[in-house]
DNA sequence: CCCTAATACTTTAAGCTTGAAATAAAATCC
DNA sequence: GGATTTTATTTCAAGCTTAAAGTATTAGGG
């Protein structure tokens, strides 16, 4: 395959990519349920609340996490159902609704965090510092082409 | 940055990449929404089939497309009501069943594969022979380990 | 042979996700 | 400043997805 041309190498790659990232996944998403009895969708929303250091809008986290407004209100309205995240009105614009995690919420993300971090670690422990570096090239180039696929 | 622990850079990285995935995933699907009026699991099981020339058990269709045996089904069920794909029972063992694009359903899909293709060289236009080539590397390094997510 | 275990698939309940419509509030424009 | 448009969020219907339980068939071990 040698002499293959780009249209049909780029399918390719992205067709590896894909399924390398749906098998990470599966694995991220047993282990999150089988250890801390959550899902992949909650663990997200709530690191994304956990990352911003307070009240996030509703638009940030779906923007964030590249999702639809409608599944974000959803998985929210999960989490605050577990005691995990609260909606606060936003305070200038009555439009606007902020979220944040409970103190409650805090401290079982970070467990889950922890964890998952390391699950993550063990997942890619064949990259090393080489890889890694040659792999933040390729999606810095990505990113920075103007019609990105990351927004 | 530049002297984050291992794995601090491999989290990272697989948020990029998971990131890079999701945008890409949304993107095509709505390119295939709009232009084909059709979905991403209703396409990725047309290609799965599409590329076995011939009945393919539901159990490699889920083993390939990395999803649950239940979700075949359904998926299947649905191209099956649009006339796209039909059910055989499997010849020798009585409990396997093959699945086939129609005639209908390859011409259909023949189409949508070629648009589809068209669109992930667009997205990717910004990776040529190199970047592809060291992309590669990578996959096959993560493929290879014995626990590669993609199994 | 018959019993048990394993395999292939379907069904079900619950949760996830989208796109579009609905609601509400703010910004813009005569 | 009242009408129109834009923005932020929620609601809704339909489809997607999983994990677990159910059904049917085959394989293996006395």
Redesign the interface.
């Known amino acids: 395959m040698r002499d293959t041309d780009?249209?049909?190498?780029?399918?390719r790659?992205?067709l590896?990519?894909?399924?390398?990232?749906?098998?990470?996944?599966?694995?991220l998403r047993e282990y999150l349920r089988v250890n801390h009895d959550t899902t992949l969708p909650r663990f997200d929303v709530m690191a994304a609340l956990h990352r911003a250091h307070g009240p996030v809008k509703m638009s940030d986290v779906s923007r964030q996490?590249?999702v639809s407004n409608g599944n974000a209100t959803a998985v929210v309205e999960r989490l605050e159902k577990e005691a995990l995240a609260a909606r606060v009105p936003g305070e200038g614009d009555r439009r606007v609704v902020l979220v944040a995690l409970t103190e409650k919420g805090r401290a079982v993300f970070e467990a889950q965090a922890a964890d998952h971090?390391?699950e993550?670690?063990?997942?890619?422990?064949?990259?090393?510092?080489e890889?890694?570096n040659?792999?933040?090239?390729?999606?810095h180039?990505?990113?920075e082409?103007g019609?990105?696929?990351?927004?």
């Open positions: 780009l249209p049909t190498r780029r399918l790659t992205w590896r990519l894909l399924r390398l990232t749906r098998g990470t996944e599966n694995r996490l590249l971090k390391a993550v670690d063990r997942l890619f422990s064949m990259l090393g510092h890889e890694l040659a792999l933040r090239d390729i999606l180039r990505v990113e082409a019609d990105a696929p990351t927004g």
